[in-house]
């Protein structure tokens, strides 16, 4: 394959290089033009429903998570681990449904291989975020039953900057005393254009609202003093990213051509790790009151042990390290021949590796750092490289391109937790999608084959035996959308998709511990293929001054994998003991049942619930609207809107998908006057009633945010822009459902804070 990166290269500084005389310095198109290029999905109109996030949204707002920086848009939500990682969610659809690209390829870190892993995503001077929920996906990534998020930062410029831009920035943070420095730099310096960018980022751990801390019930013979002391933050929430990206390129009639470098560090806490306080609490607490005095007699040794798995961490940092590097070959050469117009084409090397580490905090004595030496760290890696091209067949009737792409990936874990054996993933694609303006409709459509090989292997840890696997499979995806504009002001938009999926690495491979979810999970080599069956339904109404939005949908999802706690031993173990509860022959066959293996087996695996990766018809159903009017005001526009999403998912056998996100109501306000913006949005979440076995209601709340921003002209080239912003203004206690630590881990609290931008 380096046979291949060195001829891709040795093509494109030859292309380069013929057309530099063609290429003009002072090209008309500018930083802004660049945005629009960008866009993967332009001009398609499949797009429906789409939101693209201008980058300077971002850039005035808080610094976040990816996921927070979607979270208030319809149909998207987070699933969180403490303020570092936030997953998207996209119409109930999470891990390896929904895509992260970074301009326009995947994402390729290890986030899919924990719920506590961050994604691998540099919010620094981006241009925009783009959120498809629609069969625009199909081009772009295979197994998009959810959608894409696409994060374009334009490092390679695909025009040529006319101007000198050079932006220094400040922040600050009341919620987490955290402070944020960043660098950006764009020019063009002989021909060439040149972009870099350097940001980092330091934060303790988050406040919460007083009352957000949830106690175990206590257990008969504890000591007052022994109970949780109440904090007024999380431990283990703090995080620090540093990152930075360097890239060139040339433009010209011709196309460009360009390389880019990104690098991202990071260290943060984990704030919980397999304590045993989970969804099943209150089972085991049932289960030892059934038992009464002769049971917690007879498992007094084992209590003991809970209780100091219960406390194992204490006093320990656990933390993860992320290290990441990526190179970047990106160009597009014009043709203008009959049949193609362009290609587009790329390359892609990424290196990725997350360590998982304890640390004893100071103050302990030496008894304590023997116990946790036994901790050795846990290593995370993912290295992957991609080529891709885009053929452009475009002509005067309609818009057609192919895509081709290949990926090889090998993802490892090697440590303490090391709950899965090296694996390998090869996907050969090619796709098709056209559009096209009929007399009273335009159409869209797309199809994609994609080849697909993961390799791995499962060891039996009773026996030591390793089996091998190899799941080789086709999958065939392809969607259809037809609309119509029914008035200068109106239109209608419907779209069929059928979507297949080939089970991720994790869920074929997946055997052991796994702390962050507190659970033992297994996976399934013989799991098959998902089918997202989707119909939805769109309307758009704009005058102007008004405007509306809707879209209907229902996703039915055969062989949908979802992991799964295993119930049903707890529940058959009270029923078998109910009422043999006084009976001696209840005291021997406890003791032989339940004392010896499952009592060893929990000891060995800290209690950890276990869960198994399985398979089972789900669907999944809702909608979104919203509305909005905006007023005239002097010199300013003050726009009022109000939006609601909603989302129902059951298996075939009616129960509900676990960690779904509940309805949610968003309120906001935004006035723009000149050089002033002030934005003040409610979002109001409702309570979830509708759980998943083993689930625990979520609580409603709502979450109270503003911001200020203003930018000063100053005399000279140069200008200032402060935006004051908050967050959670009401200091609510909130928790989210979809997150496997929503009991541990609250929402932050109430946070208060300032940026400072100077560009010249």
Excluded at 283 to 297: K, L, R, S, V
Excluded at 319 to 347: M, R
Aim: proline content about 2%.
């Amino acid at each position: 394959m380096k046979v291949h990166f060195y001829a891709l290269m040795a093509m494109s500084l030859i292309i380069t290089q013929i057309n530099a005389n063609e290429s003009s310095p002072e090209s008309t198109e500018n930083v802004e033009e660049v945005e629009v290029t960008a866009s993967i999905l332009n001009p398609s109109r499949i797009i429906n429903p789409l939101y693209v996030i201008d980058g300077s949204e971002i850039e005035d707002d808080a610094t976040t998570s990816l996921g927070e920086a979607v979270d208030s848009y319809l149909g998207v939500s987070i699933a969180d681990y403490g303020a570092a990682v936030g997953q998207p969610i996209i119409r109930g659809m999470s891990g390896p449904r929904v895509k992260i690209l970074k301009n326009g390829m995947v994402n390729r870190d290890v986030s899919g291989l924990g719920v506590d892993h961050l994604n691998d995503i540099d919010l620094n001077d981006i241009e925009q975020i783009e959120i498809v929920k629609g069969p625009s996906s199909l081009l772009y990534a295979n197994g998009t039953i959810g959608g894409i998020i696409n994060v374009v930062d334009n490092c390679i410029a695909e025009g040529n900057y006319d101007k000198q831009e050079f932006i220094a920035g400040l922040e600050t943070q009341s919620v987490n005393d955290g402070d944020v420095q960043h660098l950006n730099y764009k020019n063009n310096i002989a021909g060439f254009n040149v972009n870099f960018g350097y940001k980092n980022s330091e934060f303790g751990n988050f406040d919460i609202p007083d009352g957000a801390v949830m106690h175990d019930e206590d257990h008969e013979g504890h000591d007052e003093h022994e109970e949780e002391e109440e904090l007024s933050y999380i431990e283990n929430s703090d995080l620090e990213v540093e990152s930075t990206k360097f890239g060139i390129s040339r433009a010209g009639d011709w196309g460009y051509f360009g390389v880019s470098v990104d690098n991202l560090e990071s260290i943060y806490g984990i704030p919980y790790h397999g304590e045993h306080d989970d969804e099943h609490g209150d089972e085991h607490d049932d289960h030892d009151d059934d038992h009464g005095d002769d049971h917690d007699d007879d498992h007094a040794d084992d209590d003991h042990d809970d209780d100091d798995h219960g406390d194992e961490h204490e006093g320990e940092r656990i933390f993860s390290t992320t290290d990441s590097e990526s190179l970047t070959v990106k160009g597009l050469y014009n043709l203008n021949g009959n049949l193609v117009n362009s290609v587009t084409y790329n390359y892609r090397d990424t290196d990725y590796t997350l360590t998982e580490a304890h640390a004893e905090e100071e103050g302990h004595d030496e008894h304590e750092e023997e116990e946790h030496e036994e901790h050795a760290p846990t290593v995370f890696s993912n290295d992957a490289t991609e080529y891709g091209a885009i053929f452009d067949l475009s002509n005067d009737n309609f818009i057609q391109k192919i895509s081709l792409n290949f990926v090889d990936e090998d993802s490892s874990i090697v440590g303490e937790e090391a709950f899965m054996n090296p694996a390998n993933n090869e996907e050969f694609t090619i796709g098709y999608f056209m559009s096209a303006d009929l007399d009273n409709f335009y159409l869209d459509a797309g199809f994609r084959i994609d080849q697909i090989d993961r390799t791995g292997s499962v060891t039996d840890e009773d026996h030591g035996d390793i089996d091998y696997y190899s799941i080789d499979d086709d999958t065939n995806s392809f969607a259809l959308s037809l609309g119509r504009d029914l008035s200068d002001s109106l239109d209608v938009n419907f779209g069929f998709s059928s979507v297949e999926r080939l089970p991720s690495v994790i869920e074929l491979f997946m055997n052991g511990p796994h702390m962050a979810t507190g659970r033992l999970e297994t996976g399934n080599p013989n799991l098959n293929s998902e089918t997202s069956n989707n119909f939805d339904i769109t309307f758009n109404f704009d005058n102007g001054d008004f405007y509306a939005y809707a879209s209907f949908y229902i996703n039915d999802v055969d062989n949908y994998i979802t992991l799964m706690d295993e119930l049903d031993d707890h529940d058959d173990h009270d029923d078998d003991h109910g009422d043999e509860h006084g009976d001696d022959d209840h005291d021997d066959d406890h003791g032989d049942d339940h004392g010896d293996d499952d009592h060893d087996d929990h000891a060995e695996h800290a209690n950890l619930i276990h869960a198994d990766y399985v398979q089972e018809d789900a669907e999944f159903r809702g909608y979104e609207f919203e509305f909005g009017r905006t007023f005239s005001l002097g010199s300013g526009d003050l726009t009022l809107s109000f939006g609601r999403d909603d989302v129902n998912a059951e298996f075939s056998d009616g129960h509900n998908v676990p960690r779904i996100n509940p309805s949610r109501n968003i309120y906001s306000l935004s006035y723009v006057e000149n050089d002033w913006v002030f934005k003040l949005s409610l979002k109001d979440v409702e309570k979830q009633n509708d759980i998943g076995e083993g689930e625990s209601v979520t609580d409603s709340y709502q979450m109270l945010n503003t911001r200020l921003t203003k930018t000063f002209n100053l005399s000279g080239p140069g200008e200032l822009k402060v935006s004051i912003f908050g967050s959670n203004l009401l200091d609510e206690v909130a928790r989210n459902h979809s997150s496997f630590v929503k009991k541990q881990v609250p929402l932050a609290g109430r946070n208060y804070g300032a940026k400072f931008s100077y560009k010249f």
